[in-house]
Nanobody, 120 residues
Framework: QVQLVESGGGLVQAGDSLRLSCVASGVLFSRYAMAWFRQAPGKEREFVAGISWTGTFYADSVKGRFTISRDNAKNTVYLQMNSLNNDDTAVYCC???????????????WGQGTQVTVSS
């Protein structure tokens, strides 16, 4: 049974940093593409960042501020978020699939999400 568990969310002020973590179990982690999505109230789920054997990928809105990385020995993917602003407020979810993609429909496995709230 595949399980993805996120952690690291919280309430921060604009300009602060957070690091999210997602621990995977039940999958051959090193072979999976991993991604972070977010969903703000009243908005659709959107791609934030992804990592696979082909490289790393970012939404334009987070390029230069967010960094995705993974530790295959720990079955964990991270999202380092710097210079946070109000627009980053959302529930952040990690997702796993055999291949990278920017559409939520491309991913078979999802975590429950962790809330990130940025106050000004």
């Amino acid at each position: 049974q595949v399980q993805l568990v996120e952690s690291g969310g919280g309430l921060v002020q604009a300009g602060d940093s957070l690091r999210l973590s997602c621990v995977a179990s039940g999958v051959l982690f090193s072979r999976y593409a991993m991604a972070w999505f977010r969903q703000a109230p009243g908005k659709e789920r959107e791609f934030v960042a992804g990592i696979s054997w082909t490289g790393t990928f970012y939404a334009d809105s987070v390029k230069g501020r967010f960094t995705i990385s993974r530790d295959n020995a720990k079955n964990t993917v991270y999202l380092q978020m710097n210079s946070l602003n109000n627009d980053d407020t959302a529930v952040y979810c990690c997702a796993a699939n055999w291949d990278i993609g920017v559409s939520p429909r491309a991913y078979d496995y999802w975590g429950q999400g962790t809330q990130v709230t940025v106050s000004s």
